[in-house]
T-cell receptor, first 108, second 115 residues
Framework: SQQGEEDPQALSIQEGENATMNCSYK?????LQWYRQNSGRGLVHLIL?????REKHSGRLRVTLDTSKKSSSLLITASRAADTASYFC????????FGDGTTLTVKP | DAGVIQSPRHEVTEMGQEVTLRCKPI?????LFWYRQTMMRGLELLIY????????DSGMPEDRFSAKMPNASFSTLKIQPSEPRDSAVYFC?????????????FGSGTQLSVL
């Protein structure tokens, strides 16, 4: 089964709102990564958080990690229509394993 | 750098035919991964190579699938014979040794349709 599981499966918001996606995993990790996939394209790496970190920022992205709950969240602030995409979390375990993704739709 | 290059972009074939997907990783990357993406099963890791050597092929569905990496700049994923259930988007990804478990660079994928 997939190591990462994203929640919700789909999210629809208005431009300017914040979007929060969650990821749960099952076993211990060294790091957790978030990727974006635009329709018909490959995945693009967004941000990585290590197991000894609790929060990380990159531009409008904020990632948190709670290893006790085996969960992570990705917050996109001030969303834009261009943020419309699917978002995946991935864990290492020697090879990145991906969840099923959250499909985000940002309405202009 | 041009990034990870996959070909063809789209492939339509008939059941029973051989299909070969190609990948050129980013120059200097030591790791190469093949993934398959479907609506039902999501993104699945099929196989990955380190320095041209297959390390883990436990995700390869069955013997009809084979992958090779004859040199550092080229890899193939072959399906023989192909079946309709193989229809999916196949991605190739590469990474450097330093970031193998931290950051993957994906190609644009090959959309495979087996009729």
């Amino acid at each position: 089964s997939q190591q990462g599981e994203e929640d919700p499966q789909a999210l629809s918001i208005q431009e300017g709102e914040n979007a929060t996606m969650n990821c749960s995993y099952k076993t211990s990790i060294n790091n957790l990564q978030w990727y974006r996939q635009n329709s018909g394209r490959g995945l693009v790496h967004l941000i990585l958080i290590r197991s000894n970190e609790r929060e990380k920022h990159s531009g409008r992205l904020r990632v948190t990690l709670d290893t006790s709950k085996k969960s992570s969240s990705l917050l996109i602030t001030a969303s834009r229509a261009a943020d419309t995409a699917s978002y995946f979390c991935a864990t290492d375990r020697g090879k990145s394993t991906f969840g099923d993704g959250t499909t985000l739709t940002v309405k202009p | 750098d041009a990034g990870v290059i996959q070909s063809p972009r789209h492939e339509v074939t008939e059941m029973g035919q051989e299909v070969t997907l190609r990948c050129k990783p980013i120059s200097g990357h030591d790791y190469l991964f093949w993934y398959r993406q479907t609506m039902m099963r999501g993104l699945e890791l099929l196989i990955y190579f380190n320095n041209n050597v297959p390390i883990d092929d436990s995700g390869m569905p069955e013997d009809r699938f084979s992958a090779k990496m004859p040199n550092a700049s080229f890899s193939t994923l072959k399906i023989q014979p192909s079946e309709p259930r193989d229809s999916a988007v196949y991605f190739c990804a590469s990474s450097s040794a330093l970031t193998a478990n931290e950051k993957l660079f994906f190609g644009s994928g090959t959309q495979l349709s087996v009729l």
